[in-house]
T-cell receptor, first 116, second 115 residues
Framework: DAKTTQPNSMESNEEEPVHLPCNHS???????IHWYRQLPSQGPEYVIH???SNVNNRMASLAIAEDRKSSTLILHRATLRDAAVYYC?????????????????FGKGTHLIIQP | DSGVTQTPKHLITATGQRVTLRCSPR?????VYWYQQSLDQGLQFLIQ???????AKGNILERFSAQQFPDLHSELNLSSLELGDSALYFC??????????????FGPGTRLLVL
């Protein structure tokens, strides 16, 4: 998998938007950008993924740069419950067709701290 | 609740022993993945099974093995345990459709402590 770079930690205030950046300068044309998060004492949880266009779901938005070398996960209104480690992961669309892909490669992620 | 269940929640054992961790995937999911999370190594992929067959291997030690049964539940066997095997072990499952759209659903984990 191509490498991603994220800040070690970020801090934000409750009820404010949070922008979590991810650099992936070696991304290939067949890589999807996935975000997972891990809340304290829990397993990782899927957040969102995209290829080229910006994506929205009930949890977050994903903004992808035009050259796809970076992306930003946007939490529109952070709550205390959003305090977690956020992982940006690239997944090659050519992997494991028909039988699922192999495992996710987690980096160190960004530790998001939410202040009340 | 992701729909993935893991037992036991906690396990304390001694060096040299063998343990078995169990995972039940979400209903309808054919793929099961095992991950290890330790303080120094972070989250690492160990092994994947798809519909009963081994699909992919990651950083799994030779002392560790896994299998997926006909009812799709999976077991991770850890033998000749060492202190360094103390970690959180997560199981995840996915439908195993197109990998680009694949979402993995993680269980709550089993915390293993080797004394």
């Amino acid at each position: 998998d191509a490498k991603t770079t994220q800040p070690n930690s970020m801090e934000s205030n409750e009820e404010e938007p949070v922008h979590l950046p991810c650099n992936h300068s070696t991304i290939s044309g067949t890589d999807y950008i996935h975000w997972y998060r891990q809340l304290p004492s829990q397993g990782p949880e899927y957040v969102i993924h995209g290829l080229t266009s910006n994506v929205n779901n009930r949890m977050a938005s994903l903004a992808i740069a035009e050259d796809r070398k970076s992306s930003t996960l946007i939490l529109h209104r952070a709550t205390l419950r959003d305090a977690a480690v956020y992982y940006c992961i690239l997944r090659d669309v050519r992997r494991g067709s028909g039988g699922g892909a192999d495992g996710l490669t987690f980096g160190k992620g960004t530790h998001l701290i939410i202040q009340p | 609740d992701s729909g993935v269940t893991q037992t036991p929640k906690h396990l304390i054992t001694a060096t040299g022993q063998r343990v078995t961790l169990r995972c039940s995937p979400r209903s309808g999911d054919l793929s099961v993945y095992w991950y290890q999370q330790s303080l120094d190594q972070g989250l690492q992929f160990l092994i994947q099974y798809y519909n009963g067959e081994e699909r992919a291997k990651g950083n799994i030690l030779e002392r560790f093995s896994a299998q997926q049964f006909p009812d799709l539940h999976s077991e991770l066997n850890l033998s000749s345990l060492e202190l360094g095997d103390s970690a959180l072990y997560f199981c995840a499952s996915s439908v195993a459709g197109a990998p680009s759209r694949e979402t993995q659903y993680f269980g709550p984990g089993t915390r293993l402590l080797v004394l």
